[in-house]
């Protein structure tokens, strides 16, 4: 961490309670400066030296026969001002990246400038921040999280987009010109281990990762964090997979980690809400950016806050449709039902979700509309959904329904609704949807006759593997007439495999 020291006198402001400042020397005090419940007992002459706005408010006292000034609304309060006093009387002061920003704001207040004395503390704190740490990345982050309790005067005084200017061009540059310390507790390489990398002798670099900024930027509050990226994004060199990791990382420090906790607990939600809105508004357009699984948990998110953004959620939901393929069942199954008490399981946005995957198939466009901050981006998309991703999402729900066929009260309709919008993706076997339809019928035993059977018109007996046939003729819970078509099917593949004749069909009601 970068420092400047100032004057060269020792500090003889001392400290008597936890309310009173005053200088030790044999010269008696002669003003009283009032802040919040704190007082500082101190010479007029240092303080006015230095001080425009301090000759104004003492030579209104004095016309008053008071020695009191009243500064209690000056920004940082009494440690800022402490920085401020001891300035004036020469003592020795350390500024750093902790407590620069609210002295450049109080001196601001005061009116430090040029003008009332040559090299005044407005002028040596605004060196100190140019020269040192708006050029250091540690320093530049710690001061943009001081920003928060000195807005508007730091806004005022642009400190906070010079902040934010040089977080974002050092996180855009070559991380092969990164020469800073800097955060990375996530899987390391080799060389970042400690393993030494050698080549025919000679010790190479470390390899910087690409998003080597990303856990630094962690600790900033949402409002800051948001600004940031902005800026990243805006200069364009870094690539979206970075940002999108770098968005991840926030949300799992920020919100994934304890959202279900704070929000059974009753926790004020507000900052959650802003946390998601932020992450949500900032994904890049880009395609593959980040994870199907990552978006699935944003969207789970969602859910538990009841975020007042739908926007987020449809665009969440296009979003996973558009890369429903590089989901699991896991991830699925993490989205919250809706309030009723009944549901167990999210059916209604799964089945948002694949809706939007089955559009795709049938777009005649090459383009994506997404929500990008505040602007709708139009992104390039593959026209056609490809047999691999078909061949992904077919398997992807038929393992989906057979978790769901688990919950006692899954309506039929639900379960049905879903499988069918999925009847026209290729499947190898149709053994998925054999085992969701044996679960459903295991967990609901009082079904119709009707019911059963519009339940297990879902499959196609002929796609049944050998070992699926085996396990469905000695079902006792499937229809007769199903277990006769499956006996059939599979005689008929056996007939067929020696080269056989002619068999006759099942005729069973």
Not at 35 to 47: A, N, Q, R, S, T
Not at 185 to 194: A, C, I, M, T
Not at 319 to 344: F, H, K, W, Y
Not at 459 to 481: G, I, T
Request: glycine share 6%; net charge negative; charged share 25%.
């Amino acid at each position: 961490m970068k420092y400047m020291k100032l004057g060269s006198k020792p500090d003889v402001l001392q400290t008597e309670g936890s309310n009173i400042r005053f200088v030790a020397t044999d010269l008696a005090t002669d003003v009283v400066i009032l802040i919040g419940d704190v007082k500082f007992y101190l010479h007029k002459f240092p303080l006015l030296s230095k001080s425009s706005r301090l000759q104004r408010l003492v030579a209104s006292i004095n016309e008053e026969k008071n020695d009191e000034v009243d500064i209690s609304d000056i920004p940082g309060g009494p440690s800022a001002f402490e920085i401020c006093a001891k300035f004036c009387y020469g003592m020795i002061v350390t500024l750093n990246a902790y407590n620069v920003l609210a002295a450049r704001c109080a001196a601001e207040y005061l009116e430090m400038f040029e003008t009332i004395d040559k090299g005044n503390l407005i002028y040596k704190i605004d060196v100190f921040l140019t020269s040192s740490v708006f050029r250091t990345w540690k320093d530049s982050i710690i001061v943009l999280q001081s920003t928060r309790s000195l807005v508007p005067w730091c806004e005022d005084l642009k400190v906070i987009s010079h902040c934010i200017d040089s977080i974002a061009s050092k996180a855009s540059i070559d991380p092969s010109e990164v020469e800073w310390s800097y955060t990375y507790n996530r899987k390391k390489l080799p060389s970042e281990n400690g393993i030494d990398s050698h080549w025919n002798g000679v010790r190479m670099q470390p390899m910087v990762p690409t998003d080597w900024w990303v856990e630094d930027l962690c600790e900033l509050e949402v409002d800051s964090y948001k600004r940031v990226i902005m800026s990243i994004k805006a200069k364009g060199s870094t690539p979206a997979v970075v940002v999108g990791e770098a968005l991840r990382a926030y949300a799992y420090r920020r919100l994934l980690g304890s959202l279900e906790d704070a929000v059974s607990n009753g926790v004020d939600c507000a900052k959650p809400r802003a946390v998601l809105d932020a992450i949500v508004s900032l994904l890049p357009a880009e395609e593959g950016s980040v994870s199907c699984g990552f978006l699935l948990k944003l969207l789970g998110a969602a859910c538990l806050l009841e975020s007042g953004e739908s926007s987020h959620r449809s665009n969440l939901i296009k979003r996973i449709g558009a890369q429903l393929d590089g989901a699991s069942v896991s991830d699925l199954l993490i989205i919250p039902p809706n309030t009723d008490e009944n549901d167990t399981y999210s059916i209604d946005l799964v089945m948002a979700i694949v809706e939007e995957f089955m559009s795709l198939q049938n777009s005649d466009s090459g383009k994506e509309k997404f929500q990008d901050d505040e602007e709708i981006v139009e992104t390039e998309n593959v026209a056609s959904v490809s047999s691999t991703s078909k061949l992904a999402v077919a398997k992807l729900i038929d393992g989906y329904l057979a978790e769901v066929a688990k919950d006692p009260n899954l309506p039929l309709p639900k379960l049905t609704a879903l499988a069918e919008m999925v009847s026209s993706l290729p499947r190898p076997t149709h053994d998925g949807l054999y085992r969701a339809i044996d679960m459903y019928l295991k967990e609901h035993p009082s079904l119709s006759k009707s019911e059963k059977k519009k339940l297990c018109g879902l499959m196609d007996c002929k796609q049944l593997s050998h070992d699926a046939c085996m396990h469905a003729v000695q079902n006792e819970r499937l229809p007769l007439r199903v277990v006769v078509q499956v006996l059939f099917f599979e005689q008929v593949s056996c007939h067929d495999d020696n080269g056989g004749g002619r068999m006759w069909g099942p005729d069973v009601e």
